[in-house]
């Protein structure tokens, strides 16, 4: 379909896909709604593109990925990806921040910020969609069963300590909700995952998300918790905290 309000992107897609396997393109234009709709009934097909080759009619984009050997993704298939690259980029980021403030990528702020930068951004997601987040939470948190309103309350909890934590102010706030929030989630992993078995998705990155839950989600709740013990005790003298350098 290529029509003045609408561009097909799977037909870009497919066109780029068989041009990379060095096939000769024809690509016929769908250019009005009336046109898409015969052609549909024409080919008793549902959906736009289609894709023939040597006058065979291989089917839609997905169709298409099938035939050429590659995968196709499930929409509905778990993956760690979300996570991963969230860390990646807020880790990158930190040490980018670092550098740019001491001249060193590697230093014990570059860690603190990752953490803060971490749950600014993870929060960022849920806040997208609370409702969304809120009703997958539910599945699992032991306190959020109890409260309703806590599956509400915690990403704006989450954001508000990872603000503080990066900015090294009013560590009396930031370090009794990072490690409330923390303990509350890492105890509602471990019991979801490792004594109910529970196959579940994670909240973590926002209710639309297939992270599942399990070992990475326990993870990030220990990370939380690790910071906000390390800032409590470079607060009361027993540690160097990094902004204190």
């Not at 921040?97 to 001249?103: D, E, F, L, W």
């Not at 992270?211 to 690790?226: D, K, R």
């Amino acid at each position: 379909m290529e029509m003045p309000k609408h561009t097909c992107p799977y037909g870009l897609k497919a066109v780029h896909l068989l041009k990379r396997a060095e096939y000769e393109v024809e690509d016929h234009h769908l250019t009005t709604r009336e046109e898409t709709e015969a052609f549909k009934a024409e080919h008793g097909v549902a959906t736009t593109p289609q894709v023939f080759i040597g006058g065979k009619r291989i089917g839609g984009h997905d169709d298409l990925r099938q035939f050429l050997g590659k995968q196709v993704a499930d929409p509905k298939a778990t993956s760690y990806r979300p996570v991963l690259a969230l860390f990646s980029m807020t880790g990158l980021t930190a040490l980018a921040a670092s550098h740019a403030v001491t001249g060193s990528a590697l230093t014990p702020l570059a860690v603190e910020w990752f953490i803060g930068f971490s749950m600014v951004v993870l929060a960022l997601l849920k806040l997208q969609n609370i409702e969304s987040f809120a009703t997958m939470f539910l599945n699992y948190d032991i306190l959020a069963k109890r409260w309703v309103p806590y599956s509400y309350i915690y990403p704006f909890a989450e954001g508000i300590a990872g603000v503080l934590m990066i900015s090294g102010t009013l560590t009396w706030l930031s370090v009794p909700i990072a490690l409330f929030i923390g303990t509350i989630g890492a105890l509602s992993v471990f019991k979801a995952v490792y004594v109910d078995k529970r196959d579940l998705k994670c909240a973590c990155v926002g209710g639309s998300s297939n992270v599942p839950l399990g070992f990475i989600s326990l993870t990030e709740n220990l990370m939380m918790i690790a910071m906000a013990v390390w800032m409590g005790l470079a607060a009361l003298g027993f540690a160097g905290g990094a902004h204190n350098l």
